[in-house]
């Protein structure tokens, strides 16, 4: 039966033959750990989204011709991509931290492209399987979880350069029914909330890399798998009495390292096996929607800042001049990584395979930004807050009939307003510029997706200098002539075609 909401959501991670190791031991039932289950309601947030706002949270596909939880659409226009990104930021500021699925989403729309690509020149069905699949999981209603980033050992060598050949997940066995691999993915976004697992090659390979070259569908709980848990700072606030100290205390994120010895691949779940020129496409298109998904940070920044506000308030420095320059600045910042993610999915245009793929030179720029600005929004977030954020008691003190009234009395803001909102509202801000949802906002924003160099790459590859130059030439009145190059002549790149409608599907 398809899962329908997000309580069924929870439900259907119940029972699991699932090894997840945390603090050193295997956890019973991850749905009932208090530690785990913040990042289980956030990924639920998705499902109920889907019901609540369908318009927002689901669509129809074509591939299925049902309603389909907009995660797990391959998108069929320019406004598919906008609307993703409009669902990610409502469920940014619905949560407060990252929900987990978007991984997925752009996992299964930049495979749908390439496995057609992959076809076209080897004329093998990748294609064909991976559209199957995507029609289980749509039917279904499944969270899937993309495993692209291996573990990787010494960065200065390849995979097959590493002491480790395991360093990269990679076939080790093959049979007439599949393939086995081995290795580990690292830092993996809502491993053990999804139902499957998509495992990708994370960078260019060569040809002796070719067993690294695996892409393939696998259950969660299939054979030879072992999580083992990520902690997140201030993690274990979640498991005290209580909901004050923890900040956020309903949402969460979640990484774990997951290790795969010898699990089976069917034939009919790869989606590529060796065919490595095609694993560069991959991570390109797949980083080409993932990183103008960053706008999910954006509702974590309305949040934000709406703390910033409340938190002054509550102080009675709303109308400070200073106080409103920060708020107008901390918007200025979130606005502006918004514009560039929103612009990338604006200017989509159509793959060979029929699906849409957003601007990569904008989708890189949005996600700069992301690897920047909410370290800003969160330091102005602390300088409006105040030092209470760092240096205030426990809930348990609060509680204390001791403790209790002195801290009331203290601790007071506004005339008006009780100091346990205050206190609420500073811890707060406390989860996400320090806490667990600070992975969420800051950390995440600097390497998921890839570090800010990855992305930097990406804009000098794109940025069109020749082109640029002959631009100021011609303005400048000067001629082309013997020291200046052949490139002078070249043609602007497929985005500034697109930038000014040329090329626009
Ligand atoms: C919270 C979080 C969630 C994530 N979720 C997912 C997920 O769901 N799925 C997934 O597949 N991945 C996920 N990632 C992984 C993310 O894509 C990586 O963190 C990112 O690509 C950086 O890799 P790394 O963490 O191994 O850092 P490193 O590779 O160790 O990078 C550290 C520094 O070294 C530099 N560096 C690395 N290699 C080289 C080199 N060869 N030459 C020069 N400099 C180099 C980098 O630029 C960076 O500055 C997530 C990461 C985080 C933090
Ligand atoms: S970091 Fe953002 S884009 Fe990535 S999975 Fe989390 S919510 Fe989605």
Redesign the pocket.
């Known amino acids: 039966m398809p899962i329908k909401n997000g309580l069924e959501y929870i439900e259907s991670l119940r029972n699991r033959n699932l090894k997840v190791y945390l603090f050193g031991e295997l956890v019973e039932e991850p749905v009932d750990h208090p530690m785990i289950r913040p990042s289980i309601n956030a990924v639920a947030e998705t499902y109920d989204l889907a019901v609540d706002d369908p318009d927002l949270g689901s669509t129809k596909s074509s591939l299925t011709g049902l309603q389909v939880n907009r995660f797990l659409h391959i998108a069929e226009s320019p406004q598919d991509l906008v609307n993703q990104n409009r669902m990610q930021r409502k469920l940014g500021q619905k949560t407060g931290t990252c929900f987990q699925r978007c ?1 997925g989403m752009d996992a299964l729309n930049s495979l749908y492209s390439t496995t057609f690509d992959i076809d076209k020149k080897y004329g093998v069905k990748y294609h064909d399987r991976l559209v199957n699949f995507i029609k289980m999981i749509q039917y279904e209603n499944f969270v899937i ?5 291996d573990v ?1 050992g010494d ?2 060598l390849s995979p097959s350069q590493q002491d480790d050949p395991d360093m990269f997940l990679h076939v080790v066995k093959r049979d007439d029914k599949g393939v086995y691999v081995k290795g580990a ?5 809502g491993c053990i909330n999804s139902h499957w697992l998509i495992v990708m090659p994370t960078m260019r390979l060569r040809p002796e890399d070719k067993d690294y070259a695996i892409v393939g569908a696998i259950p969660v709980d299939a054979k030879g798998i072992t999580y083992i848990y990520g902690r997140q700072s201030c993690d274990t606030r979640s498991m005290e009495s209580g909901d004050l100290d923890a900040g956020n205390s309903q949402f969460s ?1 979640q ?1 774990a390292l997951v290790i795969f010895d010898e699990v089976f691949i069917p034939n009919e779940l790869i989606f590529m096996d060796g065919e490595i020129e095609f694993a560069s496409t991959l991570v390109e298109r797949f980083t080409c929607y993932h990183r103008r998904s960053y706008v999910c940070k954006t509702g974590l920044g309305d949040v934000l800042i709406g703390a910033s506000a409340a938190a002054a308030e509550y102080n009675g420095i709303s109308n400070a001049s200073h106080i409103k320059d920060k708020l107008t600045e901390m918007t200025h910042l979130n606005e502006t990584i918004f514009a560039a993610g929103i612009a990338s999915s604006h200017q989509a245009y159509k793959t060979e395979s029929g699906n849409y793929i957003n601007d990569d030179m904008l989708a890189n720029v949005c996600k700069h930004n992301v690897t920047r600005f909410p370290y800003e929004i969160g330091r102005l977030a602390q300088d409006i807050a105040g030092g209470l954020m760092v240096t205030m008691p426990s809930e348990k003190d609060f509680r204390g009939p001791i403790t209790g009234p002195l801290l009331e009395k203290y601790l007071k803001g506004k005339k008006g307003v009780s100091t346990e909102d205050k206190v609420r509202i500073a811890r707060l801000i406390e989860n996400m510029t320090l806490g667990r949802n600070a ?1 969420g906002y800051l ?2 924003s600097m ?5 800010p ?2 992305q930097r790459i990406q804009i000098a590859r794109q940025m069109q200098l020749e082109y640029k130059k002959k631009l100021a030439r011609n303005l400048a009145n000067i001629k082309e002539g013997e020291n200046t190059s052949t490139e002078l002549l070249s043609e602007p790149s497929e985005y500034f075609d697109r930038i000014f409608g040329i090329k626009n599907n």
């Open positions: 991984v979880g993309g495993a692209m980033t990787k960065r200065s993915k690292a830092h993996q976004t994120g990484e992975v950390t995440e390497h998921g997706a890839g570090s160099q990855a």
